[in-house]
Structures are given as structure tokens and as C-alpha cells.
T-cell receptor, first 112, second 116 residues
């Protein structure tokens, strides 16, 4: 399933700076997009989502941007903190089709 | 905060044996899911369950797999005759109310299934 792609397997960022994670999708029927964070030995934890009728959603330090024409979304984390070090998954679903399609994940390391 | 719980955290089983993975979804949720993640691969959808029946299943979810909600709280995944390639992390997820699909799924911490 290559419908959701995260092309950067890893990202290293200094504490206090911005982390930008990218995700591309191919299925034009996707209308709901989510970001999950995962620590080792734990399940994915929901972070933030966005509906296709919006282009931006913000929740505290996390902002998700959606560019439908480019089939691209991004997650911004500002400022980055050591506790943000984890694997971040992009996921998407289509209307009436509630299963999630996941990207491969990006491992974020926040350096002190 | 309510959470999805899964047991056991790790299951080791001989090939060909049956295994049951258990999940307790968030109590007022109506939609239930199983996903799996083989080591080094993506999280992939197995099955969704609503109103006491399967609403969708993937190609992976063949006749060896079944799901059940035996009571008001548990949601189980059974693999009848396990194969080596069933070794993976299995995640249960649940989602809330009826209507719009635009609600996040909440995941448990998973069961690591190791087939020997």
C-alpha cells in the first residue's frame, strides 16, 4: 500500500527549533488526515488531524498544513522538546471508508 | 483519559497453533479495528467491526482470521492456525460515535506475536 508516503525516515533537530515532517498521498478520495506519535513498546498516540475542507489546524505546539492540490501535508512542531523524540506516522482515510492508511513513519530525534 | 487496553503484551506460540488476542476498546466507542505491523514495515489495516459485524477487511484477513465481540467490552482477534509470517505487532483501535468518519482512532499498546 503506497497511498501514503513519508519520504524522510529520520529527522534530527535541536531543542527549541522547529521540526517539520512531511507526508504525501496519492488517493484523491482521502478526506481526513491524521498524525500519530509512537514511542517504543507503545501504540500510536493520536496527535492532531485535519479535514480536507481545511488547510490548517493548530493545537498548541503542533500545526498541520494540508495542500490538497499537491496532495501533501506537513506537521510543524514548535518549539521542539526532548520528549518529542519518537516515530511520527501520517495516516489518512476516505469518506465512508473508515480504515486508516499509514505512512512508513519518520523518526524524530530532538538534540539538547 | 480513557484508553484501549490489549492483552497479552507478548504472545509466543508454536506454528500451527491457535492464538487469541484480546482488546478492551474505549467504553463508549462504536467502531473497532485491528491493525498489524510486521517488523520494519508499515502499520497495515486488517479488519473493521461495527454493529456486531465486520464492515471491511483487507486481503490479509483470510479464513484463518476471525474477530468477535463476545460481550459488551471485549474485542478479540483469533488466528486459527498460525504461520511464521503472522509474527508481528498487532494493534487494536477504536473510534467514537456514529456519523462522520472524521474522528481519530485510538490505539492500544499492541500485542507482540512471535510464532516459532
Amino acid at each position: 500500500d503506497q497511498q501514503v508516503k513519508q519520504n524522510s525516515p529520520s529527522l534530527s533537530v535541536q531543542e527549541g527549533r522547529i521540526s517539520i515532517l512531511n507526508c504525501d498521498y496519492t488517493n484523491s478520495m482521502f478526506d481526513y488526515f491524521l498524525w500519530y506519535k509512537k514511542y517504543p513498546a507503545e501504540g500510536p498516540t493520536f496527535l492532531i488531524s485535519i479535514s480536507s475542507i481545511k488547510d490548517k489546524n493548530e493545537d498548541g505546539r503542533f500545526t498541520v498544513f494540508l495542500n490538497k492540490s499537491a496532495k501533501h501535508l506537513s506537521l510543524h512542531i514548535v518549539p521542539s522538546q526532548p520528549g518529542d523524540s519518537a516515530v511520527y506516522f501520517c495516516a489518512a482515510s476516505a469518506a465512508g471508508d473508515y480504515k486508516l492508511s499509514f505512512g512508513a513513519g519518520t523518526t524524530v530525534t530532538v538534540r539538547a | 483519559e480513557p484508553e484501549v487496553t490489549q492483552t497479552p503484551s507478548h504472545q509466543v506460540t508454536q506454528m500451527g497453533q491457535e492464538v487469541i488476542l484480546r482488546c478492551v476498546p474505549i467504553s463508549n466507542h462504536l467502531y473497532f479495528y485491528w491493525y498489524r505491523q510486521i517488523l520494519g514495515q508499515k502499520v497495515e489495516f486488517l479488519v473493521s467491526f461495527y454493529n456486531n459485524e465486520i464492515s471491511e477487511k483487507s486481503e490479509i484477513f483470510d479464513d484463518q482470521f476471525s474477530v468477535e465481540r463476545p460481550d459488551g467490552s471485549n474485542f478479540t482477534l483469533k488466528i486459527r492456525s498460525t504461520k511464521l509470517e503472522d509474527s508481528a505487532m498487532y494493534f487494536c483501535a477504536s473510534r467514537g460515535r456514529q456519523g462522520t468518519s472524521n474522528q481519530p482512532q485510538h490505539f492500544g499498546d499492541g500485542t507482540r506475536l512471535s510464532i516459532l
